[in-house]
């Protein structure tokens, strides 16, 4: 289950373009909570608090608390240069919602995997799937095994062993999160690809350093390339 994380707030007088800057340039990120039939709420953060808890990685899946309203976020905007957070989405939850949500997958027992093993190549379609799970019972992550796994193995969602009482997100078909794809087989087009990339290679490095090329003579008569 995901950790709860704390985030400290305080109302925004001010709301706007010009407001907004003000409290990024005194390092606190704007945001707001919504839902459950109430008026939106804008807020501040610190934007330290709030990079140290986007750090954790689970950040999106993780109830948070603000004062005493429980939320789960929803969309955090970055700025496109200095990828700094610049604004905040909270959906007020209450401890048991239904909500929705992106879990990250991982794999475990590739030792144990055939296909790895054989040279197979592990290709992920789906780094996240969204599941529909209580609130108070939120995954951090969704572990799937690769143990007995072959080249050309597809894992789905009908394969995972989701926790007690989720569901995906997705229910109208047996989508695939990764397949184990054989290894790549250099062929005759590759390999003469190779040699005439090598021979190209070859032919501008020697001219690079071949002869130094006749120049226009100075006044005086002498070739000042070969002084």
């Known amino acids: 289950m995901s950790d709860q994380l704390t985030l400290a707030a305080e109302t925004r007088d001010r709301v706007g373009k010009g407001a907004s800057r003000s ?18 709420q804008s807020v501040h953060l ?28 929803k969309d955090v905007a970055f700025h496109p240069v200095t990828d700094r957070p610049v604004h905040v ?5 209450s401890e048991h919602s239904t909500v ?28 996240e799937v969204e599941l ?8 951090s992550e969704l572990a799937i095994s690769l143990k007995g796994r072959g080249v050309g193995d597809s894992i789905h969602i009908s394969d995972v062993a989701l926790p007690a009482g989720a569901k995906p997100a997705i229910d109208d078909r047996d989508f695939a999160i990764a397949t184990i794809v054989p290894p790549t087989v250099p062929t005759a087009a590759d390999d003469a690809a190779d040699a005439d990339a090598a021979e190209t290679q070859i032919a501008d490095s020697t001219d690079a350093t071949g002869d130094i090329a006749d120049v226009p003579q100075q006044d005086g008569g002498e070739n000042t390339a070969q002084a």
């Open 23 to 40: 409290l990024r340039r005194q390092g606190r990120v704007p945001a707001v909570i919504y839902g459950q039939n109430q008026a939106p």
């Open 46 to 73: 610190e934007e330290k608090a709030l990079v140290k808890a986007l750090s954790t990685g689970h950040f999106m899946n993780t109830v948070v608390m603000i004062g005493d309203v429980r939320t789960l976020p």
């Open 89 to 93: 989405d909270f959906l007020r939850i």
């Open 100 to 127: 929705t949500v992106a879990v990250p997958v991982v794999f475990t027992d590739e030792d144990d995997c055939p296909g790895v093993a054989a040279g197979g190549v592990l290709n992920i379609t789906r780094h």
């Open 132 to 139: 529909v799970v209580d609130a108070s019972d939120i995954p």
